[in-house]
Nanobody, 115 residues
């Protein structure tokens, strides 16, 4: 049974940091491309960052330099380190796993950036 469980969300002040984790099980984690998406209220879900099975990374322009995606294949976990957070980063953050036609989503974790 495939599971992606996100954690690490919460309330943080502007300029603060959070580290999200996504623990995976039920599939061959190391073979999958892992991504983080976010969805703000009333908006479409959009890509934040991606890391390939080989460790190559991609970031949406607005996140470059502030967010870092990484993975630990030994722990079947992908991370998103978020620094210099802004109110516009407020959203539900989702973990995604993709391999060919296979695609899995986590349940999401809320990140709120507010003073």
């Amino acid at each position: 049974q495939v599971q992606l469980v996100e954690s690490g969300g919460g309330l943080v002040q502007p300029g603060g940091s959070l580290r999200l984790s996504c623990a995976a099980s039920g599939f061959t984690f190391s073979s999958y491309v892992m991504s983080w998406y976010h969805q703000a209220p009333g908006k479409e879900r959009e890509l934040v960052a991606t890391i390939t099975s080989a460790g190559y990374t991609y970031y949406t322009d607005s996140m470059k330099g502030r967010f870092t995606i990484s993975r630990d294949n030994a722990k079947n976990t992908v991370y998103l380190q978020m620094n210099s957070l802004k109110p516009e980063d407020t959203a539900v953050y989702y973990c995604n796993a993709k391999y060919g036609v296979h695609r899995h989503w986590g349940q999401g974790t809320q990140v709120t950036v507010s003073s």
